[in-house]
């Protein structure tokens, strides 16, 4: 099993992200699908999640500023990001599953 995310970056605020996680070795299609993030020094923080009937639901903090969407035919996850601000500056971490069970290795998001 492999997730792996990719798009992060240095943004400033006011700027814009797409995050994307390429998942294999699972049956990606019928997964929940979410993206936590973890600041240092911080909690983890479930940001956003899908599940296999394309259903979203968005952490306060983010809501209306980021998007989550899915192509089960490309097996892939986005997260689109915009009107970024300092605090949402962490490590985003694409996951599969409600526990979740799988994890990405996580990218790097600064806002600065």
């Known amino acids: 099993v492999q997730l792996v995310e990719s798009g992060g970056g240095l943004v400033h605020p006011g700027g814009s992200l797409r995050l994307s996680c390429a998942g294999s070795g699972f049956r990606f299609s019928i997964y929940y699908m979410s993206w936590i993030r973890q600041a240092p020094g911080k909690e983890r923080e479930g940001v956003a999640a899908?599940?296999?009937?394309?259903?979203?639901n968005y952490a306060d903090s983010v809501k209306g500023r980021f998007t989550i969407s899915r192509d089960n035919a490309k097996n892939t996850v986005h997260l689109e990001m915009n009107n970024l601000k300092s605090e949402d500056t962490a490590v985003y971490y694409c996951?599969?599953?409600?526990?979740?069970?799988?994890w990405g290795q996580g990218t790097q998001v600064t806002v600065s």
């Open positions: 899908i599940n296999s009937f394309g259903d979203t």
């Open positions: 996951a599969a599953g409600l526990d979740p069970n799988y």
